[in-house]
């Protein structure tokens, strides 16, 4: 059985750093990640909110070096948590155990998205193009003349292996 999943988007809150009984550092935070497709007849995409907990090293990664807003990408596993809550109703809970963390944004990319910019100018307006579907290219199915082809030898005594 294969658990992979794969996340990108941008931290809604600093990372929750806590440590368990036995000293284990454990991170939490949140990913708002935008769907690939937009609502029918319009551009605008929906965006998912997705629970992610880091364990160990990674955990201290995230603390040390995320903070909200920025552009993350995520992997690790899906995990189903059953619980009950104060009026003794079961529960679920769906989180991303986080594996790896990674930078998804060059360091320049993340200042100028805060309103400053490295080299002291202001922050240039960017706007993702628009979508363009793919170009259909033509079937090529013309017929191949014989004489276009060569007859080769079945000798292979030249080739290096």
């Keep these: ?4 999943i794969v996340l990108m988007g941008r931290l809604t809150r600093d990372p929750e750093i806590r440590h368990t009984q036995a000293g284990l550092p454990v991170a939490s935070f949140s990913l708002a990640v935008e769907r690939d497709y937009g609502q029918r007849g319009t551009n605008e995409r929906q965006t998912d909110f997705i629970d992610i907990v880091a364990w160990r090293s990674t955990a201290e990664f995230v603390g040390k070096y995320f903070t909200k807003g920025q552009l993350v990408a995520v992997s690790g596993r899906l995990q189903i948590r059953d619980w009950t809550d104060n ?4 529960r679920r ?4 155990v986080a594996d790896n963390v990674y930078f998804a944004e060059a360091k320049r990319d993340r ?3 805060s309103g400053q910019s490295q080299y ?3 922050p240039y307006n960017y706007a993702p193009p628009a979508y363009e579907p793919e ?11 014989g004489s276009d082809f060569a007859e080769l030898d079945d000798d292979d005594g030249d080739l290096p292996f």
């Design 1 to 4: 059985m294969l658990n992979h």
């Design 87 to 90: 009026n003794g109703g079961k």
């Design 93 to 96: 809970s769906a989180e991303v």
């Design 111 to 113: 200042s100028q998205q």
């Design 120 to 122: 002291g100018q202001q």
């Design 135 to 145: 170009p259909q290219y033509p079937a090529y199915n013309t017929p191949v003349s």
